[in-house]
């Protein structure tokens, strides 16, 4: 019996691969010129140096990670390396246009009313700071998902599992009954499920991060406690609700 769900932010309620576009091509326009803004987002998101990965196990800050993100971004399309005075201008601009793009997915709202009806209590767990994420789902109109656990509460993330017991334990519910819903396989659905949860729903959005690549997730119907849904409104069915 699931009593209870935990939620990824970005790229699960939060339409933050849009947010992304736009501030990659506001600061594009600035700096790179006429290039493709389907690549810079990709590889953007890609980060093939791992450094928001590195930021979450709390080995570099938040600006080291994005600074050095930045001038990744800037050698693949031809921009200016930026040291730091460069850099906090162009993060300025990146920052302001990211924010104006802050929207939930549309399925969003559907899936906490269901919720709701069902005296289910839920919260988010995620990867970024926690004061940045309670601000992002206010603006995205998602204000009543309490954000209950960052990146910056024990100074690291996911997948690490003491993350998510203490979401867990703010939630007021054990582990085994809760489920934990995101848009990354290994780091969302599979270590939640490896840290005790009851049920890891990966939700394959275009342009998820990771990939089921042994094909262990149930689609539709949890599987060893993974399941696969493409659309939150799958979401109820995939809990038995």
């Known amino acids: 019996m699931i009593r209870g769900v935990l939620f990824d932010v970005d790229d699960t309620l939060v339409d933050t691969r849009g947010a992304f576009r736009h501030a990659l091509a506001s600061v594009a326009a600035e700096y790179l010129g006429d290039v493709d803004h389907g690549e810079l987002l990709r590889v953007w998101r890609e980060d093939v140096g791992g450094w928001y990965r590195a930021h979450t196990r709390g080995e570099v800050s938040y600006r080291e990670q994005r600074h050095r993100r930045a001038n990744a971004l800037h050698e693949e399309f031809g921009g200016p390396m930026l040291d730091d005075a460069g850099y906090d201008a162009w993060n300025a601009g990146f920052e302001r246009a990211f924010r104006a793009g802050w929207l939930a997915h549309e399925d969003a709202a559907g899936a906490l009313d269901v919720l709701d009806e069902a005296g289910i209590p839920f919260g988010a767990l995620s990867n970024a700071a926690h004061a940045y994420q309670t601000e992002k789902l206010a603006a995205a109109g998602l204000a009543r998902v309490p954000m209950l656990v960052g990146v910056d509460t024990l100074g690291f993330g996911k997948p690490d599992p003491r993350v998510y017991a203490l979401a867990c334990e703010r939630l007021g519910l054990a582990p085994a009954e809760v489920a934990y819903v995101g848009d990354e396989f290994d780091v969302d659905a599979q270590a939640a499920v490896a840290a005790g949860l009851a049920v890891g729903v990966w939700i394959e959005r275009p342009g998820a991060h990771s990939r089921d690549?042994?094909?262990?997730?149930?689609?539709?119907?949890?599987?060893?406690?993974?399941?696969?849904?493409?659309?939150?409104?799958?979401?109820?069915?995939?809990?038995?609700?």
């Open 213 to 241: 690549l042994e094909g262990l997730c149930g689609d539709g119907v949890p599987r060893d406690g993974l399941v696969r849904i493409t659309t939150l409104e799958g979401l109820p069915g995939a809990l038995g609700l």
